[in-house]
C-alpha cells in the first residue's frame, strides 16, 4: 500500500461501495418480483438491502435512478444468459426461444418484474432506453438471420407477445412451439 495516497484504502472504499451499490440493485429487483414496481421507495429497497435509506439514496438519488440500475441488471442478465445458451452449442434463435420459455417457468418472477419495468417506461422516459435492450436484443438475432426489416419487426413482436402470453397464462407453449412461431416471423417478411 501507499501510504501516503492510501491506494489500498481507497480500493477497498470502492470495492465496498460496488459491493453495496450491487446489494440495493438486487434488492430493488427482489422487490420489483414480490411486490411489484409500486412498492419500490428508498425505504422499502433499503430494508430488503440491509442498508440504511441513506445508502439507498446515496447511490440512487431518485426512484428512476434506482428502477433504471434494476431495469439494467435484468437486462444484462438476459444478455448474459443468451451468451451462456449460445456457448453451450444453441443457436441464437433457440437462445431467445429458451429465454422465452422461462418466462413460463423457473424464469417468471424476474420475466414479470422486467416486463413491470418495461411497462412503466411509457409513463418515464428515464427508463425508455434500458427498456428496449430485450427487443433490441432480439432484433439483433433476428437480423442476424434476416435482412428484411419488416422480418425483423415480427420476430420482435412475436417475442414480446408470446412473452405477455405466457406471463398472463393466457397459453401454455412449448420451445418446440415458440421457435415455430419464430422462424414463421422470419419467413413472413
Known amino acids: 500500500m ?5 491506494t489500498a484504502s481507497a480500493d477497498g472504499r470502492r470495492v465496498r461501495g460496488e459491493r453495496k451499490r450491487a446489494a440495493i440493485i438486487a ?7 414480490r411486490d411489484g414496481v409500486a412498492s419500490v421507495t ?3 429497497v433499503a430494508a430488503e438491502a440491509g442498508v440504511s435509506t441513506g445508502s439507498a439514496s446515496y447511490y440512487f438519488a431518485t426512484l428512476d435512478d434506482l428502477l433504471v440500475a434494476a431495469l439494467s441488471a435484468a437486462a444484462e442478465d438476459y444478455d448474459r444468459q443468451l451468451r451462456q445458451l449460445v456457448a453451450s452449442g444453441c443457436d441464437e ?3 431467445v426461444t429458451r429465454l422465452i420459455a422461462m418466462s413460463a417457468g ?3 418472477t424476474r420475466a414479470l418484474a422486467e416486463r413491470e419495468l418495461n411497462l412503466l417506461a411509457a409513463r418515464r ?3 425508455r432506453p434500458v427498456a428496449r435492450r430485450w427487443r433490441d436484443m432480439v432484433a439483433g ?3 442476424g438471420l434476416t435482412a428484411d426489416e419488416l422480418a425483423v419487426r415480427e420476430v420482435v413482436a412475436a417475442a414480446d407477445g408470446m412473452c405477455t ?17 419464430l422462424r414463421r416471423a422470419l419467413r413472413a417478411g
Not at 2 to 6: A, E, I
Open 141 to 143: 438475432v433476428a437480423r
Open 125 to 127: 422516459p428515464a427508463l
Open 93 to 95: 434463435l433457440t437462445a
Open 42 to 44: 428508498h425505504r422499502s
Open 27 to 33: 434488492a430493488t429487483l427482489r422487490v420489483v418480483e
Open 165 to 181: 402470453q405466457l406471463l398472463l397464462g393466457e397459453v401454455e407453449l412449448t420451445e418446440g412451439e415458440i421457435l415455430a412461431v
Open 2 to 6: 501507499d501510504v501516503v495516497s492510501g
Open 106 to 108: 423457473s424464469g417468471r
